[in-house]
């Protein structure tokens, strides 16, 4: 066993490739080899998105509890722009590994196209009613009038740049499923790079920037993940990756972009249904007021955090089955899975281990407000607990996903979320008086019960005969 395992400097040769991206052949050789040279970037990918949430956070709570609220609601509706974004990359990560296993690459770059052009269709939309409505939003959600004043210009600017949002997630779906992770990586680099250096000049002033408050976090961020876009559009009309994509490919191609809506209807069902529970559970949160919806802010912020590289693990899988059903290896694909599932076990039992013993130090480093930290501190534990079984339960839907069938993922979302979560949720927190805990040990028993049915359906193998 212990000969299986590579030398450090093996170790680091292997890292080396795979942050460069050197190595694009996933449908051959070892599997373990596959599994690290996709997830490295992918997990590097994933913590550097995650770090938009934290550094937000940190500095948005030293203007006040109600600016780190106006985060929290505001997320919340922000969740349903990323579940379009999610659904469509899934659909883009599948068609494109699908057409790179099969070596068809002038395919995966006209499905790119299209993947951009429905994205940018979609966010238009989104930005008008995010400009024209925010205040009217942070109503809806339970937000107090206090904080409506205080934070809408966050809600207006995040939503009306949420174009920024879109493309970033489809286009890094599409390098992904390419086999290009490293260069989603390097570009969600820039776009934290520049978030963590404008953020505390637009929310506290610097030289002729004024202090713009909760407002300015949004505009440092639109403004980071702008420009990480355009980095995006030049490495794809430049060719610096496997795809390459002109001018002359700037044309609606109907059979192309209607397949691509067959297969994200289910991506964005699923997500819908995910994050609309989630929206859901925020209203709840509201009810007992800005102290403990802020202690849910952050540990709900520093828990993405931590499922980032669980993610990047996930979205490996992910490539590997579209690519390895591309190229007719179906039994390599389910190899993966299973490896990768493993790998994130063990990554997930080592968080919940650290959730569960320093929460309240977790959370006194981004609020001192006792209240804050206890409902904080509170949440972490109690969703830490089914951490193992998150491990797997995100792998194998991912892995539903790479291989084109979404439908499956979306049934499961809605029996958990919709018909178990959110009725224990109010009727523990509400009805029963149990308090925000009721909230949390419902997130916990939803996602225990995505593991076992996923794990359940995934071994019946139907994803293995479907076509995109």
């Known amino acids: 066993m212990l000969s299986n395992i590579p030398s450090l400097p093996k170790l680091y040769k292997y890292f080396k490739i795979a942050i460069t ?5 996933f449908t051959s050789g070892s599997i373990r080899r596959a599994v690290f040279m996709l ?5 590097l990918e994933m913590l550097m998105e995650s770090i938009f949430a934290i550094v937000d956070i940190f500095y948005v709570s030293k203007v006040s509890v109600n600016a780190v609220a106006t985060i929290g609601l505001t997320e919340s509706v922000i969740t349903l722009v990323y579940a379009v974004a999610i659904g469509l990359s899934m659909a883009a990560t599948a068609i494109v590994a699908r057409r790179i296993g099969e070596k068809d690459i002038k395919g995966a770059s006209q499905a790119t196209v299209q993947v951009i052009f429905l994205g940018v269709a979609i966010a238009v939309i989104i930005s008008i009613i995010g400009i024209l409505y925010p205040k009217e939003i942070l109503g809806l959600m339970g937000g107090e009038p206090e904080l409506i004043a205080e934070g809408y210009g966050y809600t207006q600017v995040l939503l009306g740049g949420n174009v920024t949002i879109m493309l970033l997630f489809l286009i890094n779906a599409v390098f992904r499923g390419a086999g290009n992770a490293s260069i989603a990586m390097w570009t969600l680099i820039l776009s934290n790079g520049l978030n963590l250096i404008l953020d505390p000049m637009f929310i506290f002033g610097f030289g002729p920037i004024p202090a713009m408050g909760v407002e300015g976090a949004a505009i440092a961020t639109t403004i980071g993940r702008g420009t990480a876009v355009v980095f995006q ?40 249904i995910a994050t609309s529970s989630w929206v859901f559970l925020m209203r709840i949160m509201s009810e007992f007021g800005s102290d403990v919806l802020a202690g849910y802010t952050i540990a709900i912020r520093v828990m993405l955090f931590s499922l980032m590289p669980s993610w990047g693990m996930s979205n490996a899988a992910a490539t590997l089955v579209g690519q390895n059903l591309g190229a007719k290896h179906p039994e390599r694909a389910e190899k993966s899975v299973w490896l990768t599932g493993k790998y994130n076990a063990y990554f997930m039992a080592f968080v919940s281990v650290l959730y569960l013993i320093f929460a309240k130090q977790i959370l006194l480093f981004f609020s001192s407000e006792p209240n804050v930290v206890d409902y904080g501190s509170k949440c972490l534990r109690i969703i830490a607990a089914g951490y193992v079984f998150y491990a797997y339960g995100m792998v194998v839907i991912q892995s539903f996903n790479g291989s084109g069938d979404t439908k499956t993922p979306t049934y499961i979302n809605f029996v958990c ?14 009805y029963f008086d149990a308090g925000p805990e009721g909230v949390f040990w419902a997130i916990t028993l939803a996602e225990v019960l995505i593991a076992i049915i996923g794990i359940i359906w995934f071994r019946k193998g139907k994803w293995k005969t479907v076509k995109v």
Not at 235 to 259: A, E, H, P, Q, T
Request: net charge positive; proline share 3%.
């Open 21 to 25: 991206g050197k190595e694009q052949e």
């Open 39 to 43: 997830a490295i970037p992918m997990i």
């Open 417 to 430: 979320f919709w018909v178990v979560q959110l009725p224990f949720a109010y009727l523990t927190a509400i």
């Open 233 to 272: 559009l030049l490495v794809l009309f430049y060719g610096w990756s496997k795809l390459k994509i002109g001018f002359k490919d700037l044309v609606i191609r109907m059979n192309i972009l209607m397949n691509l809506i067959k297969v994200s209807i289910g991506g964005i069902g699923q997500f819908l």
